[in-house]
Nanobody, 127 residues
Framework: DVQLQAYGGGLVQTGGSLRLSCVVSGFTFDDYTVGWFRQAPGKEREGVSC????????YYADSVKGRFTISSDSAKNTVYLQMNNLKPEDAAVYYCAAGKGVSLLRLWMLSKIPDYWGQGTLVTVSS
């Protein structure tokens, strides 16, 4: 079975940092694009960042460019989201997700319909 398990959420002050981890299992890591979505209370889920393991291509939403970095460790089947200079508007439940055969990363993020979803991890940013 395909599983994605997200870790690393917590409470941080404005300007602080967190690193989220998404451990994946049940599929060949290099065949998939793995990404992070987030959903704040009362708002729609939005795509944050994703990484296509086969070629290392990445995508970032404009709101997080320059502050967030996505990376992976294929030996650990883990995708990371390093979040720096966090802002109150970054507070949300963050979900990792995976999709196979993704060609257009931006479109995949906007579609919000990956093949698999993991459980969320809560990020709270205090002002």
């Amino acid at each position: 079975d395909v599983q994605l398990q997200a870790y690393g959420g917590g409470l941080v002050q404005t300007g602080g940092s967190l690193r989220l981890s998404c451990v994946v299992s049940g599929f060949t890591f290099d065949d998939y694009t793995v990404g992070w979505f987030r959903q704040a209370p009362g708002k729609e889920r939005e795509g944050v960042s994703c990484l296509r393991s086969s070629d290392g291509r990445t995508y970032y939403a404009d709101s997080v460019k320059g502050r967030f970095t996505i990376s992976s460790d294929s030996a650990k089947n883990t995708v990371y989201l390093q979040m720096n200079n966090l802002k109150p508007e970054d507070a949300a439940v963050y979900y990792c997700a995976a999709g196979k055969g993704v060609s257009l990363l931006r479109l995949w993020m906007l579609s919000k319909i990956p093949d698999y979803w993991g459980q969320g991890t809560l990020v709270t940013v205090s002002s």
